[in-house]
Each structure stands twice: as C-alpha cells, then as structure tokens.
C-alpha cells in the first residue's frame, strides 16, 4: 500500500497540469457524446493554430478562433499550416475523412495534456466545433479585455452531429427596423450556440428594409416610418450584402423574406400601380395585421416581384427566398392559390427555392417548397401531403416575440406565455400527429418585432429561450431533459452576464 501510494504520488506530481472533468462543462447545444480523461491542457502564448489544408477557408476559420481567444487571454495565436502530425502545444484543425454520420456540420474534438485535434468533414464542422472548444474554456474566455489567469481547459473526446438541418432564427426588421450592428451582434449569439439560418423579415406593413434599385420609393417613402411612427429604416445593397457576409463567415445561411400578397402596406403606399384601385393608401404605424394586399390579378405586380425577386436573388448565395404567404386575410382564396402559384415559379425561374409560411400549402407547392409551420397544424399536414418539407416553428412554443408571463414589460401573448420549461419542454417530430421525423427540416424562432425596439430587448426576449431551441435542433431527443438543461443553464448564465447578453433572468434559474 505505501509503495502503491508513491508510486500514485510520484506520477501525479510528474504532470503540473490540474485534474480536471470535461463532463462538467456546460455544452449547449449538449453534445452527443462526451468522454472524460481527467487532466488538462494549458493554452498559452506559445500555442499553435495549425491547419492541415492550404484553403483560404480553414485559414480565415484559424483566424476566427485566434481572434475569439484574443481579448480574454491577450495571446495572439499564430495559424500555420502543417503536412505532419501536430507537435505539442497546438490546436490542430484538421479536415479529414470522418464517417459519414458526421455530415456536414459535425466533429471530434480531442483534447490530450499535449494537444487539441479537432477533426471534422468540412470547414462548416470546424466551424461548429469551435465554438464547442469555447464552451470548454473557464467563462472568462468570453471577456473582452484581458484576465490575468491561466487557461486549463479538461482533457477528453468530444462527438457530435446535429439532429436536424436547419436550425434558424429570424428576426423581423420590418416592424421595427435595427441597425446593421444590432444584427451581426445577433449573429455572433446565433452562431456560438451552431444555429445555422438567419431568417430576415424584410417588408411588412410599417416597413420596407431593403433597397430595390428597379423600385427606389419601396425604401425611400416605404422605409421611412416603422411601428409607432418612429423614423424606420433600410438596409442599401451593400449594407444587406455586409449582413450576408458577416453571417457567412460565421457559416450561417441568410434567408431573405419579402411577405405577400398580405403585409404589404408599404410597398402599396409606395407604388400606387400595385393597388386595385390604383390610390395609394397611408403609410402604417400600427400593429394590425391581415387589412393589405397585392392586386393578385394586375401584370404589374408580376413585374413588380419578378424585380424584387431578381434584385434579391443576385444578394443571396443561399439557397431559399421566403415569400410569406401569412394572413391574407383580404385576399380571397381564388386570387391567393393562383399568386402563390405564380410567386413560386417566378422563384424557381431564378434558381431559388421557396418557403412560405403554412398558408401557402392551400396553393399547388412545388417539388421544393417548404412550408413553415407556425399556427395552423392543417396546412403543415396538406404541405406534406404535398411532399413538402415542414419547418417547425410553433408559436406557443418557439416564437420569442411571446411574453415570458403576465409581469414581462414587453412581447405580445396572443399565442401563449412562454417561460424557459415550455419553450424546452417539446420535441418537433412528437408535436404534432401526422407531422413525422423524416417530414421535418428543422426547427426556427421567429421573433417578431412588433414591440421590440433594440437589441436588449432582441438579447432579453430571445436568451436564453433561444439556447434551448439551439438544443432541440441539434441534440438527439433521446438525450435531452429538462432537469439536466436547467442545471446547466443556471451555470451558464454566468458566460451570459460575461458576454454582456442582457437575458430574461427567469426565477426558474433560481430554484
Ligand atoms: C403573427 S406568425 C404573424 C406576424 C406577427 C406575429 C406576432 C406570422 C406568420 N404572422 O405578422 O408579427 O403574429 O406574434
């Protein structure tokens, strides 16, 4: 026994490095395998980023992950790029050929005392990983200046995938519109938590936010109010274009929405041509919905998309053009079929694919159309009778814009109260009968913006909300409760307050 002691003793004093347990860090989403090994590595100074291809891609990506850690350790990590096998002190990216089970998306991430091997099948899952590797940090690594302290992070091996696809967040800048840096700030919040679509509500009754050079009234007059009658907005071309940009490289997908043939006041205020009868009604600075529409049977209105859709199209280096579709209510189902109809060709004629909201399934949906589901569980259902792919986005369970009980200041309730066990508490592919696993691309938060007007209330109504839906999209269901993630969040809401997120501090994270 005494020599067995020494013998412990001696070995453990060999290595300076702390013991510590990689399934205690707070992941999310969780990942889908976590496996400890008790010790640690120490970032220092001195560590290498190294990447195994010579791609500008996984170069800005290495870049990515040197500014992350530069603020909070003060180390200005060098990316170099290697044909060998990683010499110790590195963070090793390493494109390689995984399994397939890891897609796109997915990663090993191994931490040894020597080393961080990271592997994935694409830059996207290197990406992915990354912000993995963030989580595994002590929370200061999220502080913007710098902390006098070391950095262990636990030795193990870390394997993940995502559930589902898509897995998105959007953000209506119509009803009030935000500023550029308010929406990449979102993006960097979207994207350490693997979220991988940004969905932008860009027209609506109170505002059109993107410039249309072919039609200039729709931003300059149809632009310029917003809800409550406050100066509105637009982004040019090239600001939209910086959006796009900004999300790419953090491997996010942005989805452009134009709303129609209802929630277009501002287009019809701009452009009297595009009303029946020919006047143009009032800018609008309400919060009705469902009292606007195209004129569905005019050529011009044709015209008019087919510009718009153009213009958007050359803009978008993803894949899918929303069209809206939602609450038409003036627009009579015989006009409202046939616009869709010819909406989506009009789409398809560009390359693109289509997503509406679930109105549009009353229409004859293409081959590649997806509906999102976020009310009417009916029209999900004839969707995918029409073969058609469901984005699930319920509004008692995921829209953001829902208050988090009667005390919150701001938000609507008309669908629910959504405080943090309900918008965890369901599974997409168990929501809804006849609504199945393989019928589901994914899932999406919409927060509209109606009363909301900046980006604290953007961070307090989405955070942390929007983290459990993070992890309904990527964590197999089988893996996920409620007990567990509420343990974990209320650790983590200590990185929140660090990153300066102004979150809803629910008294649930309290007991
Ligand atoms: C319904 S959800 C709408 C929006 C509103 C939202 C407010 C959907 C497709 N339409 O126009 O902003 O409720 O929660």
């Not at 090239?238 to 006041?265: F, L, R």
């Not at 006849?434 to 604290?456: Q, V």
Request: one cysteine or more.
């Amino acid at each position: 026994f005494v020599i067995l002691f020494f013998i412990t003793a001696l070995i453990s004093s060999c290595s300076s490095n702390p013991q510590l347990n990689l399934s205690e860090a707070t992941l999310f989403p969780k990942p889908v395998s976590v496996i400890e090994t008790g010790s640690s590595f120490e970032l220092n100074n001195k560590t290498k980023i190294l990447i195994n291809e010579d791609s500008q891609d996984l170069l800005q990506v290495g870049n990515y992950l040197t500014s992350i850690l530069k603020p909070s350790t003060g180390y200005n990590l060098i990316v170099e790029s290697t044909t060998q096998n990683p010499k110790s002190n590195s963070i090793y990216l390493k494109i390689s050929n995984l399994d397939s089970k890891f897609g796109s998306e997915g990663y090993k991430l191994n931490i040894s005392e020597e080393n961080v091997i990271i592997e994935s099948r694409t830059i996207e899952g290197m990406f992915r990983a990354i912000q993995t590797l963030r989580q595994v940090f002590p929370d200061e690594i999220e502080a913007i200046d710098k902390q006098e302290k070391p950095w262990f992070i636990a030795t193990g091996e870390i394997q993940d995938y995502p559930e589902y696809e898509y897995r998105g967040a959007m953000l209506d800048v119509a009803r009030h519109f935000f500023r550029v840096e308010d929406v990449k700030r979102y993006i960097d919040l979207l994207a350490a938590y693997k979220l991988n679509v940004l969905h932008l509500h860009l027209s609506d009754d109170q505002g059109w936010r993107i410039e249309i050079k072919s039609w200039p009234k729709l931003t300059t007059y149809g632009g310029s109010t917003e809800v409550g009658g406050g100066e509105g907005g637009f982004y040019t071309q090239e600001q939209y274009k910086e959006i796009v940009e900004y999300a790419a490289a953090n491997y996010i997908t942005v989805i452009p929405e134009i709303d129609m043939p209802g929630h277009t006041n501002a287009a019809l205020a701009s452009y009297p041509e595009l009303n029946c009868d020919n006047i143009a009604p009032k800018l609008y600075t309400g919060t009705k919905v469902g009292f606007s529409t195209l004129c569905t049977g005019k050529e011009i209105t044709y015209k008019f998309i087919d510009d718009v859709v153009r213009e958007l199209v050359e803009l978008t280096p993803g894949p899918y053009i929303h069209i809206g579709g939602d609450e038409s209510h003036v627009t009579a189902l015989e006009d409202y079929i046939p616009f869709i109809n010819r909406v989506q060709d009009i789409v398809y004629s560009y390359d693109k694919k289509v997503i509406g909201w679930d109105e549009i399934a009353h229409a004859d949906l293409k081959e590649n159309t997806t509906v999102q589901f976020w009310a009417r569980e009916e029209n999900a259902k004839k969707g995918i009778a029409q073969n058609s792919k469901v984005i699930m986005s319920p509004a008692t369970k995921v829209y953001l814009d829902m208050k988090y009980d009667s005390l919150t200041k701001i938000g609507l309730n008309w669908a629910a109260f959504i405080e943090l066990d309900s918008a965890y508490l369901w599974t997409p592919e168990k929501f809804v009968e006849g609504i199945d696993r393989e019928s589901i691309l994914g899932i999406e938060s919409p927060l509209w913006s109606e009363t909301i007007t900046n980006i604290d209330d953007i961070e307090y109504m989405a955070f942390p909300r929007i983290i459990g839906h993070s992890e309904i999209g990527w964590t197999p269901t089988s893996m996920r409760n409620w007990e567990d993630y509420k343990s974990r969040l209320i650790k983590h809401t200590n990185r929140l307050k660090i990153k300066g997120v102004n979150y809803y501090d629910s008294k649930l994270l309290s007991e």
